[in-house]
C-alpha cells in the first residue's frame, strides 16, 4: 500500500467524509433509523475534523521562525483536541435525538436498501482509515493517525449500527433502534476522551518512547571509550518534531576544537539512529559538577 503524505491522506479523508456523509443521509431517509441518523452525524463530524487537520498541518509544517525557534509542530495537538470536541459534541446530538426516539419509538422503513448504503459507506470509510493509520505512524503525525482512529471508530460504529437496526426490524422490538445509537453515542464520548487526553499529553512536552530513549543512550554510550561521558538526557515531542538535550562530559585536556567535532558527529549519530531527532549537545570538562534537571533520563522537567 502507499504511503501518503500527511496533506494528501488528509484530503483523501476529506474526499471520504463528504461520500460517507451523503450516503449515511439517503440511508437515514429511507428507513428513518435513529441509528443512521446517528452515522450521519458522526460522518460530519469527521468531515470538520478533516478540514481542521489540513489547516492545522499546514500550520505545522511551516518553517521555523524569530517567534518559533523550534518550528510549529505542537499545531497537530489543537487538531486532535478539537476532533475530540466534535466528537463529544456529535456523541451529544446522538444521546439526545435517540433519548426522544427511545420514548416515541418508529417502524424501520426499507431495511435492505438502508443497510446496502450503509455497508458500501462502511467500507469506503476502512480503506480510507488504513490509509491515514499507516501515513500517521510513518510520519509520526497525531492528526492524520487521530483522523484514522476516528475513521476506524466510525467503522465499528456502522457494524453496530446495522446489526440493531436489523434487530429492530426482524422483531419488531423498534426501541432496539434507539438503544443500539445510544450505546454508539457512549462509544463515541469514550473515543473522544482518549484523543483528548493524548493531545493534552503532547501539549505537556511528553517524553519520547522508552525505545526511542535506549537507541539514543544505546549511541552515547558507544563514545565512552573514547573518553566522552553524558549526563542528564531529556527528551521531548512536539507532534512529529522530536527533540532531546544531553550534556557531553570531556576529558579537561581536549582543545574546544576536537570537543566541537566529537559533540557534532554524536549528533549526527544520534540523528541516524533516531529519525527526525534533533539532539543538543551542551558540552563541559569532566570533574564540573552540573545541577541535575528534575526527574530520571528520558523525562522532561515539569
Avoid at 433502534?177 to 493524548?198: F, S
Avoid at 539512529?273 to 528534575?294: I, K, M, N, S, Y
Wanted: hydrophobic share 50%; aromatic share 6%.
Amino acid at each position: 500500500m502507499r504511503i501518503l503524505a500527511p496533506q494528501q491522506a488528509i484530503r483523501l479523508s476529506v474526499g471520504a467524509a463528504l461520500a460517507t456523509m451523503a450516503i449515511k443521509v439517503l440511508a437515514w431517509g429511507l428507513t428513518g433509523s435513529i441509528g443512521f441518523l446517528s452515522d450521519a452525524l458522526e460522518s460530519s463530524v469527521n468531515l470538520a475534523g478533516a478540514l481542521f487537520a489540513l489547516w492545522m498541518l499546514r500550520w505545522a509544517h511551516e518553517p521555523a521562525d524569530e517567534e518559533h525557534p523550534f518550528g510549529h509542530g505542537k499545531a497537530e495537538y489543537f487538531s486532535a483536541i478539537f476532533e475530540a470536541g466534535l466528537i463529544s459534541l456529535a456523541a451529544l446530538m446522538i444521546l439526545g435525538a435517540a433519548g426522544e426516539r427511545l420514548l416515541n419509538p418508529r417502524p424501520i422503513e426499507q431495511f435492505g436498501i438502508g443497510v446496502a448504503f450503509a455497508i458500501v459507506a462502511s467500507l469506503l470509510n476502512l480503506a480510507v482509515a488504513r490509509i491515514l493509520l499507516a501515513s500517521g505512524r510513518t510520519h509520526r503525525s497525531l492528526a492524520v493517525e487521530a483522523d484514522g482512529r476516528h475513521l476506524m471508530t466510525d467503522v465499528w460504529t456502522t457494524v453496530g449500527i446495522i446489526v440493531g437496526v436489523g434487530l429492530a426490524w426482524a422483531t419488531g422490538w423498534h426501541w432496539l433502534d434507539p438503544l443500539v445509537a445510544i450505546a454508539v453515542a457512549l462509544n463515541i464520548l469514550r473515543e473522544g476522551w482518549k484523543l483528548m487526553r493524548r493531545s493534552i499529553d503532547g501539549l505537556m512536552d511528553r517524553a519520547l518512547g522508552g525505545e526511542e530513549i535506549d537507541r539514543i543512550a544505546a549511541i552515547l554510550a558507544s563514545y565512552e571509550p573514547r573518553g566522552v561521558r553524558f549526563d542528564n538526557l531529556r527528551t521531548r515531542q512536539a507532534g512529529a518534531q522530536r527533540f532531546a538535550n544531553v550534556d557531553l562530559r570531556v576529558p579537561g585536556d581536549w582543545t574546544v576544537i576536537r570537543a566541537h567535532d566529537a559533540a557534532d558527529e554524536i549528533e549526527r549519530a544520534v540523528g541516524l539512529a533516531v529519525p527526525g531527532l534533533r539532539l543538543e549537545t551542551h558540552v563541559e570538562p569532566q570533574g564540573v559538577v552540573h545541577p541535575a534537571a528534575d526527574g530520571p533520563a528520558g523525562s522532561n522537567p515539569a
